[in-house]
């Protein structure tokens, strides 16, 4: 069945052909949920909010392309996620025991094998997210510069800058890092 | 850091992303939607203080606000008149029946709120028809169209009329995603009316209060949520508004102080309220916050964290300066956002700035300095940046901006902004630039940067370049390139490229020589070059800008250049290397490989322009040409093919009856690749070839190794035409 059929089943209440719909797309939410900063342990929940909302919507899906309005929801849910975290992180840090030992790999740790690649990605979640997320959806979930500009309601050039400046900015945070002093050559 | 070197580590990144962990379970959501009318889950933990500052709007001048407002939104059916007037016996026998039709509406909604009658006349004491009833009846029969203002007068009654939660439904039928001012008009009218509800609830609540001290709850759980979920406990008029204000996203709380519990209703963020934000312009998106977010300040103490408190001013910041509105709604959220400034900078009681060695603390230098950050000219930067840089210099512990600064500087920055001269107040005068467009080849514009780069050349005077276009500056960069001049090509680049290059340390030239590779002159590939004024944008001192280069109309290449100190220079570019540097190394070919080769495949075969296949790599385009083939697509096959001069492509009418692929899976048929580009040959061509190696266990009678041959092209690596 293809997606449009897949589509107008669930808004006729098929909840089969929402969860084919589900199956094929809970990896994009998840990946760019985590790109856009959610921690792990918080994605399945967040992907869950994406479907639940991405359903409560699909009265009003007509002819765009389904991809953007899974994008749209998945960013709103993110950035409610960040309100919410920050109002819950001084709870969690009260009530929350380490369950860690020191010599056991978290689950980041089978994320990035590499230390560069963590510290790449958390540069990335500390921009500003209207560099962020233009920059993600390029690099990451190989969206057209038309599509993003659907996605974020903006114009193409206008993701074509910020693209730009958000490349700059990482490319800054990436060497600060490294050190960053001159050599004196 | 080079261009290169950064896309190389965002390939390694994205890879990384493929191996988040995954738990997510279909039939969980399934379960949720069957359950939807499950009841919110119960708050942990303590609730916060809310003091239960509303700020009450007057109903009744409310509501004629409301109906001013939507009046542009709700036109009334205009009726095709009759040539003949309309008498004052049609006119009363109309009014009749919408009044009754009015009267209805009514009803329905006082069900739908479960009010009683005196409650809910609080809610609705418009009357739509008061200018008729009042003995106006004939300034409306002298109106053009008397039916068709009635009508209007009704509908803009019923959406008086309508609850927040049909608001939402209307809104949902009619996003207003890019529309500012509606956005605007719903947030108030919306806000309005749960103002409306909630001082009629208050009422309720208070005329019960002694029963609700009353009842009894286990005192480790919230009472305000438990009475929220009660049925049948109280008396029917406080029950039914228990059990229907969630509807409205009015939930109940209470507020412990001296006196006792107090309890009230509040706005609250529901699942209803969460479909509202997307469905709103995103510039507005503060104003809807601030329903759920307010107050941000009680007692004189920050509601949310200093981290959360900045990034909410920076919410509030975006709405005030990018929507145009001048009510009193505007006027409340500048107060929070000047009232939150302040505070942030003055600290509280409970959390001063200045620790006990006089410097000030961590948490205030992070949440400042956060202030302080970005690139653009905003009202927080303009403020707080000389304070960050006065204390950074003082070890934190003193600042001269901070002693004079006024309570009113943030919102005077602020009107500054609003008036678009806050840029100039931070970075002077911006200067203007011209926009300029050559087509090349032009014998004077290239003896002209001739000159040009024999000026340069003697001491590399950067006095030389000053007031020369970008356009210039480009093409004596490019002929530089040319001429193998490295040390020119060094110079012109914006010192930023070499302090933060890939190294970690400042790129030296000797450095850069060692690493240069000859590109291809882009003058050569274009027939026009160009510079627009207007897209130059501001990233702190520095100015940014784009020279494209064009082909047949077509942007083929766009530099980027920075303006500093009336000197234009070139910014971090990646030229396009020749052909023969090109590259890469033996390559095993994987899963993973074969995903990225699926999800192009698809871009490719979709892309009526071509445009997918841009600057793709050439073992990709190889890789693609093999699956295509698999796929017998031979539509994108022929895409591959290169078809400039001195190929042996037939058409494609003949391509597609002769040729019939059928070929093994890529990943199956080979084990590893890699390419290798070549000199230029004869005939003006840069070819270049790849070697992949067969997966001889699979395919004991294929040779070892089977090298295609390719052929640059402007468009990027296609696969040379060799029928056998």
């Given amino acids: ?63 765009q392309r389904f991809t953007t309005w899974l994008y749209k929801i998945t960013l709103n849910a993110t950035r409610d996620y960040y309100r919410k975290e920050g109002r819950e992180k001084e709870k969690r840090e009260k009530f929350v025991t380490n369950r860690f030992d020191s010599s056991e790999p978290s689950a980041e740790d089978q994320v990035f094998l590499f230390e560069e690649d963590r510290e790449l990605h958390e540069a990335m979640v500390r921009l500003d997210e209207k560099y962020r997320i233009p920059l993600i959806l390029f690099y990451f979930q190989d969206v057209s510069y038309q599509q993003i500009a659907d996605i974020l309601n903006m114009t193409m050039p206008a993701v074509k800058t910020r693209i730009f400046r958000a490349k700059e900015l990482l490319k800054k945070e990436m060497i600060s890092q490294a050190g960053g002093a001159s050599n004196g050559q | 850091m080079d261009n290169e070197r950064f896309e190389k580590r965002m390939e390694l990144l994205k890879k990384s992303y493929e191996r988040v962990p995954s738990t997510f379970d279909p039939s969980k959501v399934l379960q949720k939607l069957e359950a939807e009318t499950k009841p919110a889950d119960m708050p942990a933990g303590k609730r916060k203080k809310i003091n239960q500052q509303v700020m009450v709007w007057v109903v009744g001048i409310a509501s004629i606000l409301i109906i001013s407002l939507i009046a542009g939104l709700y036109v009334a059916d205009q009726k095709n008149t009759d040539e003949e007037p309309v008498t004052s016996d049609e006119i009363d026998q109309l009014m009749e029946k919408l009044k009754k039709d009015y009267e209805v509406e009514r009803e329905k909604r006082r069900v739908l709120l479960k009010l009683e009658k005196q409650d809910f006349d609080k809610y609705d004491s418009y009357d739509p028809f008061w200018m008729v009833t009042n003995g106006s009846t004939s300034s409306l029969l002298q109106d053009g169209d008397p039916k068709g203002r009635l009508m209007q007068f009704y509908n803009q009654g019923v959406e008086n009329l309508k609850t927040p939660s049909e608001m939402v439904a209307d809104l949902k039928s009619n996003p207003l995603t890019e529309d500012k001012e509606g956005s605007l008009e719903f947030i108030n009218a919306y806000r309005e009316k749960v103002e ?45 508004i228990l059990d229907t204000m969630k509807e409205q996203s009015i939930q109940l709380q209470s507020d412990v102080d001296s006196y006792g519990e107090e309890f009230f209703t509040k706005y609250y963020s529901s699942k209803i309220h969460e479909q509202i934000v997307p469905l709103l312009n995103p510039d507005t998106r503060a104003y809807i916050d601030m329903m759920t977010e307010a107050p941000y300040i009680v007692a004189g103490e920050l509601v949310y964290p200093l ?218 590939l274009s027939d026009e070059i160009s510079f627009s004024g207007e897209d130059v944008f501001r990233n702190d001192n520095l100015l940014y800008g784009t020279v494209n280069l064009s082909r047949q109309g077509n942007v083929r290449y766009a530099l980027n250049v920075i303006h500093d100190n009336g000197i234009w220079f070139i910014g971090d570019v990646t030229l396009q290397k020749l052909p023969s540097y090109e590259e890469q190394p033996l390559t095993e070919i994987t899963d993973d490989t074969m995903k990225n080769i699926v999800r192009l495949y698809n871009q490719v075969s979709e892309d009526q322009n071509g445009e997918a296949l841009l600057g793709i790599e050439p073992m990709s385009i190889v890789a693609l040409y093999y699956y295509a083939g698999f796929r017998n697509d031979l539509d994108t096959l022929y895409k591959l093919y290169y078809k400039g001069p001195g190929s042996d492509l037939v058409g494609k009418e003949e391509f597609i009856k002769t040729m019939k692929p059928s070929w093994p899976r890529f990943n199956e048929l080979f084990t590893s690749m890699s390419f290798k580009g070549m000199e230029q040959d004869k005939e003006g061509n840069w070819p270049g070839v790849a070697t992949l190696h067969v997966n001889t266990e699979q395919f004991p009678d294929y040779e070892k190794t089977v090298e295609l041959r390719m052929i640059w092209t402007e468009d990027g690596w296609r696969v040379k035409y060799e029928p056998k």
């Fill in chain 1, 1 to 63: 069945m293809d997606e449009s059929e897949l589509i107008a089943k669930a808004q006729a209440g098929d909840h089969a052909a929402y969860g084919e719909l589900m199956s094929n797309y809970y990896r994009t939410v998840e990946k760019f949920a985590y790109q856009c900063g959610v921690r792990l342990d918080d994605i399945g929940d967040v992907t869950q909010e994406v479907f639940i909302k991405l359903y409560r919507f699909l009265p009003q899906f007509n002819q």
């Fill in chain 2, 196 to 240: 409306r509800l909630t001082a009629i609830y208050n009422e309720i609540l208070q005329e019960n209060n002694d029963l609700l001290q009353a009842y009894e709850v286990d005192p480790s759980l919230d009472k305000a949520y438990m009475i929220g979920m009660s049925k049948g406990a109280f008396p029917e008029r406080l029950q039914n």
């Fill in chain 2, 307 to 524: 981290e959360e408190s900045v990034e909410m001013m920076r919410g509030m910041q975006h709405s005030l300066t990018n929507v145009e509105d001048n009510s009193a709604l505007y006027q409340l959220l500048e107060t929070y956002y000047v009232t939150m400034f302040n505070t942030i900078l003055r600290g509280t009681e409970k959390s001063p700035v200045f620790d006990e060695q006089g410097k000030v603390k961590q948490e205030y230098r992070e949440a400042w300095k956060n202030m302080a950050s970005g690139s653009e000219a905003t009202p927080l930067r303009y403020v707080m940046m000389p304070i960050v840089e006065e204390m950074e210099e003082s070890g934190w512990t003193t600042s001269e901006t901070l002693n004079r600064i006024g309570y009113d500087a943030l919102k005077d920055a602020l009107v500054v902004q609003r008036a678009g001269q806050l840029e100039m107040y931070m970075y002077g005068e911006q200067p203007v630039f011209p926009d300029e467009e050559i087509k090349v080849p032009d014998a004077a514009f290239e003896q002209k940067i001739e000159g040009l780069y024999s000026s340069f050349k003697k001491q590399y005077d950067l006095a030389v370049l000053e007031g020369r276009s970008p356009i210039d500056i480009v093409a004596l960069y490019d002929l530089a390139n040319k001429k193998n001049d490295t040390e020119m090509m060094y110079h012109l680049h914006h010192e930023n490229v070499w302090k933060y290059s890939e190294s970690g340390y400042e790129m030296s030239l000797k450095q850069y020589k060692a690493s240069w590779q000859k590109a291809l002159s882009l003058l050569s």
